[in-house]
């Protein structure tokens, strides 16, 4: 390490090259570290928000051999009901939207409803009892008399003994505009309101280990029935895990053009690199080195510069994806949780392919000195070909585009895009070249822009 | 065809002749550096046509020494690491030690761990001496060592290297143009136009 370090303040361009690779993978990480903890936020609300890890739901009943597959992967089980029914009271009739809940409820999230004598719940009504929302408390409660109402449902009479505050699973459906009434799923079968024919809404909830909810969402994708739908947190706010998509797509790739430049960087401050490593590569010929030997030296210090370079900038990626959670990360409610191990591994993957796609070719150079140049410096190694050297820079820049966006429409898209531009940028140089040419200043062709040029005015 | 040398174990052999007349690619041939077009090279009973380049840099490791007129030291590479690095190579036990010493011996016991650029040209051809007689070379080859130095430093270099050449009895072979720095040799050899002749040794 302390070698490293000292090579590192001895030679500028390993310096160069490694501030360049930390530069495109703290971009990148940075980026891919606030995503992960939106992510993560987005989950955990999203499982409050179904009071569940998952959630099936059905016109019918759920049988027995739903609860035992769930208890026997170790999960916890709620079941619940919703209907429409009318109310009357005072003679005057009141649509409300009926919710049967067992005594699990929620399994996720928080449920409070206000004691009418004082208290508060966080679980739903017991037997015989409803809660209600506050839109139809005045409806009900008689001034003085608050504890004694008594709501009629089907076959039953039910003591009003809380207003809902927070529901987690009440969503935002836009044609559930009735008020809340809550009762006990055991007066569900008493009330005598569901038959065969109900508009009911069955929902069975689970929650638990994400291995065994995932096991047994692949248990109850075999035995969906007709009509049934599994809920996740996938579904669960599809419009924000859109925007988020979305988002996390459009920084990558504006991270990702960062990136390029900071691969362009990299090939530039390998070539400096290498054209130094040219000359100590001659000597070390002539005193015994094979080239075998000599390449081998400078990949494990290339090594080095992956590993230290890529681990510092995953390290600064952290500490800017605070600064971006700093700035916007109230805009998802609570604070973010940490984020996971994933951007690590993101970053280590940048690294591994940006480094050798940007560098390989021209470091292979090194390979081809020959010993004679301590006595004539005029023998270079051959160049890299072009072909090598650009199409090895594109071909990782493209696999990362494909990597990062997940949609190859996009990234071809991109690629063209970044083409195009680079097209333009040279034929523009091309015609200035030629403008000054028609003035007699003399300057070489550039061979597209790829080959070192040297501008001589006369 | 026209030039036949050969160099004796422990002997110093002077090439001179003009500028462009071929002494150091003569030198790149001998040291194997370079393929000739035709004739043969033999280094340390070695034909060196028989193998390849990696086996020559192999045959030259720890063996053969160099010094050049532009020093060839590496530049990212301290006064103590340039000269360690043969050593290590070789697979000599303490290296380190004995790249100190050299140092030493060279009189730059104080500027192990300069980089070459903050050594002035004096200092770096006693680098690139100490750096060639690490492991006690058989051969030398020297291309102008004082081409790049003032009088004064080129006069101690040149004893530096004769002091060490004699303590290690290391043959050498320099390429000079510089008739007084050759007659310190055993033998002097002139090369012009392609041909190689011996000049006699004035008796002193």
Known sequence: ?458 | MGIDLHVNSAEAVALLGASGSGKSTLLGLLAGLDDPTSGTAFLLQQNLSDISEEQRSRLRLGRVGFVFQSFQLIPGMTALENVILPLQLAGVDKATEQARQLLEDVGLGRRMTHLPRQLSGGEQQRVAIARAFAGEPEVLFADEPTGNLDAETGEQIIQLLFDLRDRCNTALLMVTHDDQLAKRCDRIYRLQGGRLSETAQEQS
């Open chain 1, 1 to 458: 390490m302390m070698a490293f370090i000292s090579r590192l303040k001895q030679n500028r361009a390993l310096l160069l090259l490694m501030v360049a690779l930390v530069v495109a993978i703290t971009a990148m990480t940075s980026v891919d570290f606030f995503v992960d903890r939106v992510d993560r936020q987005l989950k955990r609300q999203g499982t409050a928000l179904m009071a569940a890890d998952l959630v099936i739901q059905n016109g019918a009943e759920f049988d027995q051999s739903w609860s035992d597959k769930a208890i026997e992967l170790g999960l916890k089980v709620s079941r619940q009901v919703s209907f429409p029914s009318v109310l009357f009271h005072n003679d005057k009739p009141q649509l409300v939207q009926v919710k049967a809940v067992d005594a699990e409820y929620p399994l996720r999230g928080d449920f409070r409803a206000d004691s009418i004598d004082g208290g508060s719940f966080t679980r739903g009504p017991q037997t015989r009892q409803a809660f209600v929302d506050a839109i139809l408390k005045s409806k009900f409660f008689i001034p003085g008399r608050e504890q004694e109402v008594s709501i009629p449902l089907g076959n039953l009479q039910l003591d009003l003994r809380g207003i809902v505050q927070e529901e987690p699973d009440r969503g935002g459906n836009l044609f559930q505009l009735a008020p809340r009434l809550m009762i006990s799923y055991d007066d569900l079968h008493d009330s005598g309101l569901l038959g065969p024919a109900s508009r009911a809404r069955y929902r069975f909830l689970v929650a638990g280990e994400m291995a065994a909810v995932e096991s047994f969402r692949n248990w109850a994708v075999s035995q969906l029935p007709v009509g049934a739908r599994i809920i996740d947190v996938k579904n669960a706010r599809p419009e924000l895990r859109t925007a988020l998509d979305r988002g996390h797509r459009f920084l990558s790739l504006a991270t990702l053009c960062a990136s390029l430049l900071a691969g362009i960087a990299i090939l530039l401050a390998t070539r400096r690199y290498v054209n130094l490593a040219i000359d100590a590569a001659a000597i070390m010929r002539t005193i015994g080195m094979t080239s075998r030997q000599v390449m081998n030296r400078h990949i494990i210090e290339i090594l080095q510069v992956l590993v230290f370079g890529t681990l510092i900038g995953i390290f600064l990626g952290y500490i800017g994806q605070n600064v971006l959670s700093s700035l916007v990360g109230n805009w998802f409610g609570d604070s973010l949780p940490q984020p996971g191990f994933r951007p690590v591994l993101i970053g280590l993957f940048y690294g591994a392919v940006l480094l050798p796609g940007f560098s390989l070719p021209v470091l292979l150079r090194i390979r081809k000195v020959s010993p004679l140049r301590v006595l004539r410096r005029d023998i270079d190694p051959p160049d890299a070909s072009s072909l090598f050297v650009w199409g090895l820079a594109v071909l990782s820049f493209a696999v990362l585009v494909l990597w990062q966006v997940q949609d190859y429409k996009l990234a071809v898209a991109l690629m063209l895009a970044l083409l195009s531009v680079m097209l333009v940028s040279v034929g523009i140089g091309r015609l200035f070249i030629l403008l000054l040419n028609l003035h007699a200043i003399k300057v070489p062709v550039l061979d597209w822009g790829w080959q070192r040029c040297r501008v001589m005015l006369h």
